[in-house]
């Protein structure tokens, strides 16, 4: 299709015009509902995980397995749906011919504005008052969509059950009542976890930060990262050695999306508008081609 000049203009003239609207339309207010942001309340608790006097010894994770009636039977290494806490040893030293193993406590982090309770579609995961990511395996539905938000990789998905469904730790081991800590806390001989007002806590651990600075990263992983999370850690060994991502932002990620979410409605209108008026100018030319386009007829018998 060949456009004159004149047809061109007009073609930028209502390109403009189009965009033009769709850019009133990003400037007005998006109609979507409120983001529910499950922050927990400054009174929330958590654990500080000491990684400089972990020793190892997997007590923590043999107490949450009798705590959440779960299998003892196995030689878990990783996080899986019947090992909800796990000690994890890492490799610290730069030369392979000589490790130096370092033990590690991984489980749910408890994220202040957890990513996980942001993707669930129906409410199986939920923020409780005393900092706890909950979960309720009735309403879970098993997407999965939790285990692709978490960040940290916790949620697993119980692949061996004919009624599958994912699982981390709830601290559940507290839910009777009876226990005024977690069960990994009070297993732990070493006292390398701490359960406390996470505020607490904070202050605690950047007070020993600061009376041991040789023996110490000056930095409370947790106190930040994702908008901060509930299970923090002190580390001697710098936290990428460890396995730690240490590329988080500080903001929450459900915030992080949710500003890009609300954007999406008007981003489409423009470009519905804008492709909608192109196809519009599109089919009147060529309409219009049609109609001047001289018909020969035969009129020979």
């Not at 983001?35 to 997997?58: E, M």
């Not at 610290?92 to 994220?111: A, D, F, G, R, T």
């Not at 990789?153 to 009542?177: E, F, L, T």
Request: glycine share 6%.
């Amino acid at each position: 299709m060949k456009l004159s000049r004149r047809d061109f203009l007009k073609l930028v003239g209502a390109s403009a015009a189009v965009v033009g609207l769709g850019a009133k339309f990003t400037d007005a207010p998006v109609p979507l509902p409120a983001r529910h942001a499950p922050i927990t309340p400054r009174g929330s608790y958590g654990v500080l995980i000491d990684t400089a006097a972990c020793i190892g010894c997997k007590s923590c994770q043999t107490a949450c397995k009798i705590a959440n009636n779960l299998p003892t039977d196995g030689r878990e290494v990783a996080l899986s749906a019947t090992t909800l806490t796990v000690i994890d040893f890492k490799n610290i030293s730069p030369k392979p011919e000589n490790p130096v193993l370092k033990p590690v406590k991984l489980q749910c982090m408890h994220c202040q504005d957890p990513a996980c309770v942001s993707a669930c579609p129906v409410g199986a995961l939920y923020k409780k008052e005393d900092g706890t990511v909950a979960y309720d395996a009735e309403k879970c539905i098993g997407c999965r969509y939790c285990m692709i938000a978490c960040p940290f990789g916790i949620p697993k998905y119980d692949w061996n059950s004919p009624n599958p469904r994912i699982n981390k730790c709830a601290r559940n081991c507290m839910a009777d009542g009876k226990r005024d800590r977690p069960a990994c806390v009070q297993a732990c001989p070493n006292q390398a976890l701490f359960y406390g007002k996470r505020e607490d806590l904070i202050a605690f651990a950047k007070d020993r930060i600061a009376k041991n600075p040789s023996q110490y990263v000056n930095q409370v992983y947790g106190e930040k990262e994702l908008g901060g999370t509930s299970v923090m850690y002190l580390s001697g060994t710098p936290f990428e050695q460890l396995g730690f991502r240490t590329d988080l932002p500080s903001e929450p990620l459900p915030e992080l999306t949710w500003n890009a979410q609300e954007k999406i409605p008007a981003v489409l209108a423009t470009l519905i508008t804008l492709l909608s008026g192109i196809a519009w100018w599109t089919h009147r030319v060529e309409s219009k081609k049609l109609v001047e386009v001289p018909v020969k007829v035969d009129v020979r018998s």
